[in-house]
C-alpha cells in the first residue's frame, strides 16, 4: 500500500522533470522599456526613450522586430531616431538596445503603452511576439513642485538629540507605564 504513494510521486517527478527540460530548450525574450525626462533651458522638454530585448532562452531567435508606435505626434515631435528597429538574429543568452528621442509639445500626463516584439524560432513555423514592460506615466512639461528633502547637514547637526530625546521618552514610558501582569496580579489578591 505503501509504494502507490511512491509511484505517483515518481510519475509526477518524471513529468516535471520532462517539462522543464523541454522548457530549458526554448527562447525566452524578455523586453524592458524606459523613458527619461529632461527639462532644456528653451522651456521644452526632450523625452529619451530606450528599449532593451533581452534573450535569456537556449535558443537563438531570427528577424526579430520591435515596434513602439504608442508615441502620439499630436503630442511628441520625433527628435532622433524612429520608433522601429530590426535585427537578423539574436543569440542566446545575449541582447540588444534601441534608443530614440522626442520633444513633447503638450502639456500632459502621458502614458505609453509596451512596445511590440516578433521573431522567429527554428522549432516553430509561426511568428512569436513578446511585449516590452509598459513606461510609467509621463508628466510632460509640468510644473514640479519642489519636494522637501531631509538636509544631512541638519540632520547631522541635531539628530543625536532627537535620538536621545526619543530614548528618554521611551525609557519613562517604560517605567511609569502598568504592565498588563502586575495590573492582573493586583486585580487578583484584591478579590
Do not use: C
Not at 525566452?28 to 532562452?57: C, M, P
Amino acid at each position: 500500500m505503501a509504494t502507490a504513494p511512491l509511484i505517483i510521486f515518481t510519475i509526477f517527478a518524471l513529468f516535471g522533470v520532462s517539462s522543464l527540460t523541454a522548457a530549458a530548450e526554448t527562447p525566452f525574450v524578455v523586453a524592458h522599456k524606459k523613458a527619461s525626462l529632461l527639462k532644456l533651458k528653451s522651456g521644452t522638454e526632450r523625452v529619451s526613450v530606450s528599449i532593451d530585448v533581452y534573450n535569456h532562452g537556449s535558443l537563438a531567435i531570427y528577424d526579430v522586430n520591435l515596434t513602439d508606435d504608442s508615441w502620439s505626434t499630436e503630442i511628441f515631435d520625433f527628435v532622433a531616431g524612429n520608433t522601429s528597429n530590426s535585427w537578423e538574429k539574436l543569440d542566446a543568452g545575449s541582447h540588444v538596445s534601441h534608443t530614440f528621442e522626442l520633444e513633447s509639445k503638450v502639456q500632459t500626463t502621458y502614458y505609453s503603452a509596451p512596445a511590440v516584439i516578433t521573431f522567429r524560432i527554428p522549432t516553430k513555423s509561426k511568428l512569436q511576439v513578446a511585449y516590452s514592460t509598459p513606461v510609467p506615466a509621463l508628466e510632460t512639461l509640468a510644473e514640479k513642485t519642489v519636494a522637501y528633502k531631509l538636509d544631512l547637514k541638519l540632520l547631522a547637526q541635531y539628530g543625536s538629540h532627537f535620538s536621545l530625546g526619543l530614548i528618554v521618552y521611551l525609557f519613562v514610558r517604560i517605567i511609569f507605564s502598568p504592565s498588563a501582569k502586575s495590573s492582573a496580579g493586583n486585580a487578583k489578591k484584591r478579590h
